[in-house]
């Protein structure tokens, strides 16, 4: 690959970015790394997430998962917000 080639997906990132959908990109990746950074257990469990204005919603078919989640979720909240690279999710909604 020369110098001038960058591969697809940075050009499609810096294209989307230039367009201004760069924070819904991040939003969606940010969703999508919710299993790698709770386990396949948790994800399981896991019925609908979204994310709106700094806040990841999540709703959960166990409410023993739900009040365990809870007691974690200021470390949950860091290593969302380690995994963008910035910060990006100021609360969680376990529903």
Same mark, same amino acid.
């Given at each position: 690959?020369?110098?001038?080639?960058?591969?697809?997906?940075?050009?499609?990132?810096?294209?989307?970015?230039?367009?201004?959908?760069?924070?819904?990109?991040?939003?969606?990746?940010? +969703?999508?790394?919710?299993?790698?950074?709770?386990?396949?257990?948790? !994800?399981?469990?896991?019925?609908?997430?979204?994310?709106?204005?700094?806040?990841?919603? +999540?709703?959960?078919?166990?409410?023993?998962?739900?009040?365990?989640?809870?007691?974690? *979720?200021?470390?949950?909240?860091?290593?969302?917000?380690? *995994? !963008?690279?910035? +910060?990006?999710?100021?609360?969680?909604?376990?529903?």
């Amino acid at each position: 690959m020369s110098n001038d080639e960058k591969p697809l997906k940075q050009l499609i990132d810096k294209m989307l970015r230039s367009y201004g959908l760069g924070d819904k990109l991040d939003e969606m990746s940010l +969703v999508k790394s919710w299993e790698e950074l709770v386990g396949k257990m948790i !994800a399981n469990h896991t019925k609908d997430i979204y994310f709106n204005k700094g806040v990841l919603y +999540v709703q959960l078919d166990s409410s023993t998962l739900r009040q365990e989640l809870s007691y974690v *979720k200021s470390d949950l909240i860091q290593k969302l917000n380690d *995994k !963008a690279g910035k +910060v990006m999710v100021k609360d969680i909604h376990l529903k």
